[in-house]
């Protein structure tokens, strides 16, 4: 990869490369857009098939925190990191405490936590080197988990999207697909049987499905089929690029919305999707919850507040269904325009000196 032509395309500021020998770390960190604030996005560990898979991985994610901050009215930029490596089978204290001591470089510029291949006790390793860590377990000052907050956002964007096709936001009666039933995708889960939806769901994780369809009696299906289920509502809340040149003409969904990153695989896919009849609820607004969570810990974290941003995402995405079928657009289109007015408004605004500018 042409790395400063990639950075240059997506508006990227920094790109970190940590290696760390005796621990083995090897960590990307990108850093996409501290216009409204320093940097937050968490941490994802992965076994990359390449160096140049987690870069693309790293930078567009990066790229999507900025949007998502943006959107959601937060005072922060972009960023993330992604450490190449096993999950299963290469965590160590060293390796967190490595990375922390890089993240303490950044001095605040940069604050991580847990993602996909993460928890929060990792962090606490880290803890130990920098302060500039979130989604930390609550004994260590932290907010927890943000899987259920998350799914809360999602559950939000979901009822948007059936008021907007159906005039009422109620999931009773109809059927809910489930791509991944992980931290969010659990969560998700439980809130849709609750409401009285027909849930059909799918892991890589035979124990983990084993588990969820004897506690909350869903219907499991095949992890790579599911994409394609006849259903109201397709919720992807695995990886990304799930809508691509190969699925996108066999989803029988009439709404996408969930909680993975950058779910299109690039965003023509939003106009494929308008093509198709398809409401798509752009992944990052959907999927806000654990950004406003985490966000607010930096800020003396209050539930109320949190549940009251995320209760916001409902209205934002009602309205950005609204726009795009009033403007022709696709939601995805209407999105980037509410990030680059709120990108811009904060440029405006600070023209204004105040003793405090830098
Ligand atoms: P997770 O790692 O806990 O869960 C992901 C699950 O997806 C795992 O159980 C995994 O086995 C499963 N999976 C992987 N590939 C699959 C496939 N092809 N088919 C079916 N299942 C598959 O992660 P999570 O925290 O639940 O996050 C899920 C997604 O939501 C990720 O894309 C993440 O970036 C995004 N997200 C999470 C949060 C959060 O607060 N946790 C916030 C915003 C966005």
Redesign the pocket.
């Known amino acids: 990869m042409e790395i400063f032509k990639e950075m240059e395309k997506r508006g990227h500021e920094q790109v970190i490369f940590n290696f760390d020998k005796a621990s083995g770390l090897k960590a990307i960190i990108a850093i996409h857009d501290t216009t409204l604030g320093p940097a937050l996005g968490g941490c994802r560990m992965l076994p990359y098939a390449s160096e140049d898979a987690a870069l693309d991985d790293v930078l567009r994610l990066s790229e999507g925190m900025t949007y998502k901050a943006a959107v959601a009215g937060l005072d922060f930029g972009g960023g993330k990191t992604v450490i190449i490596g096993d999950p299963a089978t290469e965590k160590t204290e060293a390796l967190f405490r490595a990375l922390g001591r890089f993240i303490e470089t950044l001095k605040g510029r940069y604050s991580t936590g847990?993602?996909?291949?993460t928890t929060g006790d990792d962090f606490v390793y880290s803890l130990r080197e920098t302060q500039h860590l979130v989604g930390l377990p609550k004994a260590y000052g932290g907010a927890g988990d943000?899987?259920d907050i998350?799914a809360e956002g999602v559950m939000n964007a979901i009822h948007a999207a059936l008021t907007y096709r159906f005039e009422s936001p109620s999931l009773e009666g109809r059927t809910i697909a489930i791509?991944?039933?992980?931290?969010?995708?659990y969560h998700l889960a439980k809130r849709a049987v609750t409401e009285g939806a027909h849930v059909i769901a799918?892991?890589?994780?035979p124990q983990?499905v084993g588990k969820v369809v004897s506690e909350l009696g869903i219907e499991p299906a095949d992890?790579?089929g599911?994409v394609e289920t006849s259903c109201d509502v397709l919720s992807p809340?695995?990886?990304?690029n799930v809508i691509n040149e190969e699925t996108i003409e066999r989803l029988q969904c009439k709404i996408v919305a969930g909680?993975?990153?950058n779910q299109l695989k690039d965003r023509s896919f939003g106009d494929r999707l308008k093509e198709r009849g398809i409401t798509y609820a752009p992944d990052f607004i959907a999927?806000a919850?654990?950004?406003i969570q985490v966000a607010d810990e930096l800020h003396d974290y209050r539930v109320e507040r949190v549940r009251h941003q995320v209760d916001n995402i409902y209205d934002l995405m009602l309205a950005i269904f609204q726009e795009a079928e009033r403007d022709n657009l696709s939601t995805v289109t209407v999105a980037m325009k509410t990030v680059e007015e709120r990108l811009s408004l904060y440029h405006a605004i600070h023209r204004i000196y105040t003793r405090s500018s830098s």
Do not use: M, R, Y
């Open positions: 847990e993602d996909v291949g943000t899987g998350t791509q991944g039933l992980g931290k969010v995708g799918a892991d890589i994780n983990l992890p790579w599911i809340c695995a990886l990304g909680s993975a990153n999927n919850g654990g950004l």
